[in-house]
């Protein structure tokens, strides 16, 4: 065979090819699907925080807050009803998505993008047009369905489409637009606040139209991955995009081992059951606790509650517009750092790097905010004293934006072999909306309660989730996906849990003796 495959250091090997515009575009394209939960995520706490709306839908929280500035500040936006307005979305998506991956892999990526699109654009008319707190709450309800469809097929789309020497990076596009959408969702919030007339919020829900029509068109020219065109029988089709996107004839290597992948994956019948198998006891770990420790470290009470937060704080009708440079510029430039670091560096430094940072700051924010607030939530912050909580909000923001904000979708999806990636895959986007809804429902009471110690029971949290990345998860930077096994099989815990059977079908691929013969 031309060419042939080096072997780094996994013991798995690097293909021929580049990085061709082709794959670039398509990838760029795909990753437009990380907008519509990135629009959601910031549009959601905005609203949430404009009077017109409370007073239309919530209207106790609205007398409630009225009433605040004598009251507690802590406890003055608990109310079940308006958390469930927030969190209705995510518990959507997580059913959706086990919908979801049965679609990826029968149908493929692409049309799991289009149909996520095409729902998504149907909730966001229905909220747009709200008349009462049922059509707000279905519209939530097709936006989760969206969101569950999108999030399940991108990032495996992406990483299945990548080179491996750069897979890192364009993964990454999706988690760069879901903060860029965060961002343009913060900001139309802030304008639309200033509307007079009262239906600014009506704007915003239904501004969720654009990024939804743009994946929505977007999937109808994308081709589909290489491995799901293989593995739906379609030999000749995958070995001609393998070549277009890779930009040379010699794909022999990666073409045949994409192969022996999708040959095992026919053998396996039920994808579910699967899973539960000993030899996969790995990255069914990884696919629960990777996505359970993201919502964990606390981000999402800064992306939907950062207006209501900073309101709390007392920067009043600055909140908004605060909150969108916190959380809205930070977020994105801090992610493009880890675009462009995380197949030199790999995931582990970053993962190691951001939780510490991010540990650090939400003790310093828990104790400054202690220091004013005390116990009884009564207080004002001055100005001075107010900038420095920023500070350190941004601090953290930007840790989590180059470590578990992207890494938390990459690794879990170049991490399962063809068989159960999508199975795979839907537990994590379950696992992740799950907890995102616990946060989004639990939030509001948990800060009336534990006050400013939420901040340092998140900070514990992270120190465990740190610890377990430095012990359980191996590098999986320029390895290519369907050799992921490799990787697994020399780690010093996980190797026990796979015979050598379990990595005959890399191994016996062409080449792939453990001398380097490029
Ligand atoms: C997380 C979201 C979070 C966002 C912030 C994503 O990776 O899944 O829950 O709101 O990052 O940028």
Same mark, same amino acid.
């Given at each position: 065979?031309?060419?042939?495959?080096i072997?780094?250091?996994?013991?798995?090997?690097?293909?021929?090819?580049?990085?061709?515009?082709?794959v670039?575009?398509t990838c760029?394209?795909?990753?437009?699907?990380?907008?519509?939960?990135?629009?959601?995520?910031?549009?959601?706490?905005?609203?949430?925080?404009?009077?017109?709306?409370?007073?239309?839908?919530?209207?106790?929280?609205?007398?409630?807050?009225?009433?605040?500035?004598?009251?507690?500040?802590?406890?003055?936006?608990?109310?079940?009803?308006?958390?469930?307005?927030?969190?209705?979305l995510?518990?959507?998506?997580?059913?959706?998505? %086990?919908f979801?991956?049965?679609?990826?892999?029968?149908a493929?990526?692409?049309?799991?993008?289009?149909?996520?699109?095409? *729902?998504?654009?149907?909730?966001?008319?229905?909220?747009?047009?709200?008349?009462?707190?049922?059509?707000?709450?279905?519209?939530?309800?097709?936006?989760? +369905?969206? +969101?569950?469809?999108?999030?399940q097929?991108?990032?495996?789309?992406?990483?299945?489409?990548?080179?491996?020497?750069?897979?890192?990076?364009?993964?990454?596009?999706?988690q760069?637009?879901?903060?860029? #959408?965060?961002?343009?969702?913060?900001?139309?919030?802030?304008?639309?606040?200033?509307?007079?007339? #009262?239906?600014?919020?009506?704007?915003?829900?239904a501004?969720?139209? +654009?990024?939804? #029509?743009?994946?929505?068109?977007?999937?109808?020219?994308?081709?589909?991955?290489?491995n799901s065109?293989?593995?739906?029988?379609?030999?000749?089709?995958?070995?001609?995009?393998?070549?277009?996107?890779? =930009?040379?004839?010699?794909?022999?290597? /990666?073409?045949?081992?994409?192969?022996?992948?999708?040959?095992?994956?026919?053998?396996?019948?039920?994808?579910?059951?699967?899973?539960?198998?000993?030899?996969?006891?790995?990255?069914?770990?990884?696919?629960?606790?990777?996505? %359970? @420790?993201?919502?964990?470290?606390?981000?999402?009470?800064?992306?939907?509650?950062?207006p209501?937060?900073?309101?709390?704080?007392?920067?009043?009708?600055?909140?908004?517009?605060?909150?969108?440079?916190?959380?809205?510029?930070?977020?994105?430039?801090?992610?493009?750092?880890s675009?462009?670091?995380?197949?030199?560096?790999?995931?582990?430094?970053? @993962?190691?790097?951001? =939780?510490?940072?991010?540990?650090?700051?939400?003790?310093?924010?828990?104790?400054?905010?202690?220091?004013? %607030?005390?116990?009884?939530?009564?207080?004002?912050?001055?100005?001075?004293?107010?900038?420095?909580?920023v $500070?350190?909000?941004?601090?953290?923001?930007?840790?989590?934006?180059?470590?578990?904000?992207?890494?938390?979708?990459?690794v879990?999806? /170049?991490?399962?072999?063809?068989?159960?990636?999508?199975?795979?895959?839907?537990?994590?986007?379950?696992?992740?909306?799950?907890?995102t809804?616990?946060?989004?429902?639990?939030?509001? *009471?948990?800060?009336?309660?534990?006050?400013?110690?939420?901040?340092?029971?998140?900070?514990?949290?992270?120190v465990?989730?740190?610890?377990?990345?430095?012990? @359980?998860?191996?590098?999986?930077?320029? $390895?290519?996906?369907?050799?992921?096994?490799?990787?697994?099989?020399?780690?010093?815990?996980? #190797?026990?849990?796979?015979?050598?059977?379990?990595?005959?079908?890399?191994?016996?691929?062409?080449?792939?003796?453990?001398?380097?013969?490029?």
């Amino acid at each position: 065979m031309a060419g042939g495959a080096i072997v780094n250091t996994a013991g798995a090997k690097d293909y021929p090819g580049k990085l061709t515009l082709f794959v670039f575009f398509t990838c760029v394209v795909a990753a437009t699907g990380g907008l519509i939960f990135g629009y959601d995520i910031g549009i959601s706490g905005g609203v949430t925080s404009m009077d017109p709306f409370l007073e239309k839908f919530f209207p106790e929280v609205f007398r409630k807050k009225q009433m605040a500035d004598k009251n507690n500040q802590y406890c003055k936006y608990d109310n079940q009803l308006l958390q469930t307005f927030t969190s209705s979305l995510y518990l959507a998506a997580l059913v959706a998505s %086990f919908f979801a991956a049965t679609v990826t892999r029968v149908a493929g990526r692409k049309w799991s993008m289009f149909g996520g699109g095409l *729902t998504f654009l149907v909730g966001a008319a229905l909220n747009g047009a709200a008349k009462n707190v049922a059509m707000l709450i279905i519209g939530r309800i097709l936006l989760g +369905v969206g +969101v569950g469809f999108a999030n399940q097929s991108v990032p495996v789309y992406l990483s299945e489409m990548a080179p491996a020497k750069l897979r890192g990076m364009l993964n990454i596009g999706f988690q760069l637009m879901i903060t860029i #959408g965060i961002l343009a969702a913060e900001l139309i919030n802030y304008g639309t606040n200033k509307i007079k007339a #009262g239906y600014g919020w009506r704007i915003s829900l239904a501004l969720a139209a +654009v990024p939804a #029509g743009i994946i929505t068109l977007g999937a109808l020219f994308l081709p589909d991955t290489p491995n799901s065109l293989l593995e739906r029988g379609h030999p000749e089709e995958a070995r001609r995009m393998l070549r277009r996107i890779r =930009g040379t004839d010699d794909i022999g290597e /990666e073409y045949a081992d994409i192969s022996a992948a999708s040959e095992e994956a026919k053998t396996v019948r039920h994808p579910w059951r699967n899973i539960l198998q000993r030899r996969y006891r790995a990255q069914l770990t990884m696919a629960i606790a990777i996505p %359970f @420790f993201q919502q964990l470290t606390g981000i999402n009470v800064i992306m939907f509650y950062a207006p209501v937060l900073f309101d709390t704080l007392g920067f009043k009708s600055d909140a908004s517009l605060m909150s969108a440079v916190i959380t809205g510029l930070v977020n994105v430039f801090a992610t493009l750092v880890s675009v462009f670091t995380v197949d030199r560096l790999g995931r582990r430094k970053l @993962f190691l790097q951001g =939780g510490a940072q991010m540990i650090v700051c939400q003790v310093v924010v828990g104790t400054l905010i202690a220091v004013k %607030f005390g116990t009884s939530g009564i207080g004002d912050i001055p100005k001075g004293y107010a900038a420095v909580v920023v $500070v350190f909000i941004c601090a953290y923001v930007a840790g989590f934006a180059w470590s578990w904000g992207p890494l938390g979708w990459l690794v879990p999806s /170049e991490i399962f072999p063809l068989e159960i990636r999508p199975a795979g895959q839907s537990i994590n986007v379950s696992v992740n909306m799950l907890f995102t809804f616990v946060i989004a429902q639990a939030f509001l *009471t948990m800060l009336c309660h534990l006050k400013f110690g939420l901040f340092y029971f998140f900070a514990g949290w992270v120190v465990i989730m740190t610890v377990f990345i430095a012990l @359980f998860l191996p590098e999986t930077k320029n $390895v290519p996906i369907e050799e992921m096994v490799l990787v697994w099989k020399s780690h010093w815990f996980w #190797g026990k849990f796979l015979g050598d059977e379990d990595t005959r079908h890399v191994q016996m691929a062409p080449s792939s003796n453990k001398t380097a013969d490029a």
